[in-house]
């Protein structure tokens, strides 16, 4: 005899399934209120705030990096020159074949972080880093120290990128603008404060002292990536909620990835390393797109402005001033208020600008039009303040003169940069994700 279920139980069973494909919310792990599958968004970020903050300080101080080697020892080029028997320009070659390799070295890295995740290309990055301040700090042959200049821009300068992909991996447009500022603040204030630290160690010791320091921070920050950074690439760890392995699990946990992970049971699969194709031509073919072309000249004009500025700067206040290392170093600090003010202030101001067109337009907002809104005037004054800072320091008018036209300029050309990198970073993924 073949027995039939009832319809009552059919609809049990019914019952059950549906129930299987219910998910937990969001707001509390512990205690979290079922409601259907269907009803629940997944948020850009599972990151909790704090998370989120740690990975946006992480990538401005991997950022601060390559900016800060490549300025901690211009107080000491008049040692450098005497100890190898080479003039200043010589000298100040090494700095030149520094921000070349600086150049360059992301097109590399760049492309690895996004094919193997940004937790262990940037933990490399710093290991090349480190090796390469360990030779520097031995280094007594000019051609060495050439090398190694070489070698420790490729280490350091691919966090910039990396950082920035970092944070557009964890942040909404609404909130980019105010994190962007912060990472802006990292790649600006390591030009203003590497000279000061630079002109006190080239007083106290020689310059090989300069290179030991960043042995120890480059190892110890490296060593804290490691233990702490988590894994953010999207396409390995998605919004965050998926569960990392190996390598891109972090030794010690900065949030119980496992209960959060409960809230997003759509998105709990591990994930699977899927190598792409690698395209180290791609960030030579966005110069190809007229929008990036456009935005990245925009962005590197008050970027080479600022390195001019901050590079000969030493050079000037010594001829013209009579100062000392640690006093010329100290007039940097002009330089990394302007940059650390103008950092903050532009973010908050993007963000305030995109909350107003997005109250007024909704989703029909002008991204580009919110971002570059103020940007012309800004290019106006940072130019104006730099003309100034130039025709003070050529006629040798007093010391705060000057320091207060590097204060003005470099507060406006922070505001220049910040405000095309918050959108030149979006249009480079688009086209990213494009090809």
Same mark, same amino acid.
């Given at each position: ?19 299987? $494909? ?40 991997? =950022? ?94 691919? =966090?910039?990128?990396?950082? =920035? ?8 447009? $609404? ?29 106290? *010791? ?35 909620? $998926?569960?990392?392995?190996?390598? *891109? ?34 960030? *030579? ?38 100062? $000392? ?62 003309? =100034?800072?130039? *025709? ?44």
């Amino acid at each position: 005899m073949r027995l039939h279920p009832r319809d009552d139980d059919a609809q049990i069973t019914q019952s059950i399934t549906s129930k299987e $494909k219910e998910t937990r919310c969001e707001n509390d792990v512990e205690k979290c209120a079922v409601i259907p599958a269907s009803h629940v968004d997944a948020p850009y970020s599972a990151f909790p705030q704090r998370v989120r903050l740690f990975i946006v300080f992480t990538a401005s101080a991997s =950022a601060f990096m390559s900016p800060f080697a490549i300025n901690i020892y211009m107080p000491a080029v008049p040692d450098i020159s005497e100890h190898l028997s080479i003039s200043s320009a010589e000298a100040l070659l090494s700095v030149t074949m520094y921000m070349i390799f600086q150049g360059l070295s992301p097109s590399i890295w760049a492309p690895l972080s996004d094919t193997y995740g940004r937790r262990p290309i940037l933990v490399c990055t710093f290991l090349v880093f480190l090796i390469a301040n360990l030779g520097l700090s031995f280094a007594n042959t000019y051609w060495l120290l050439l090398v190694l200049r070489m070698l420790q821009a490729c280490g350091a300068s691919s =966090a910039i990128a990396i950082g =920035a992909g970092c944070i557009s991996d964890v942040s909404e447009q $609404k909130e980019r603008g105010s994190y962007m500022g912060f990472f802006q603040f990292g790649t600006l204030l390591g030009p203003s404060i590497g000279p000061v630290v630079g002109g006190f160690m080239a007083q106290a *010791w020689d310059w090989h002292a300069v290179f030991f320091f960043l042995s120890a921070f480059g190892g110890v920050y490296m060593f804290f990536l490691f233990l702490m950074l988590p894994e953010s690439l999207r396409a390995l760890v998605g919004n965050g909620a $998926k569960i990392p392995i190996s390598v *891109w699990r972090t030794v010690i946990p900065l949030w119980d990835i496992k209960k959060a992970s409960l809230c997003h049971e759509f998105m709990t699969m591990p994930p699977k390393l899927h190598i792409r194709t690698m395209g180290f031509d791609l960030p *030579w073919r966005m110069y190809l797109q007229p929008d990036i072309a456009m935005m990245i000249a925009s962005y590197a004009i008050p970027f080479g402005a600022f390195t001019v500025m901050s590079s000969t700067l030493s050079p000037i206040l010594f001829d013209n001033y009579n100062l $000392k290392p640690w006093e010329m170093g100290l007039c940097f600090l002009a330089i990394g208020c302007g940059s650390a003010i103008g950092s903050i202030a532009v973010g908050y101001l993007l963000d305030y600008e995109y909350a107003r067109e997005r109250h007024i337009h909704g989703d029909n907002i002008n991204l580009h039009k919110v971002r570059l809104k103020y940007m012309p005037y800004f290019n106006v004054l940072f130019c104006l303040f730099f003309l =100034a800072n130039g *025709w003070l320091l050529d006629y040798t008018i007093h010391l705060a003169a000057p320091l207060i036209m590097q204060f003005l300029g470099t507060f406006f050309d922070t505001l220049t940069s910040a405000s095309v990198a918050a959108i030149m970073y979006y249009n480079c993924m688009c086209v990213h994700f494009t090809d």
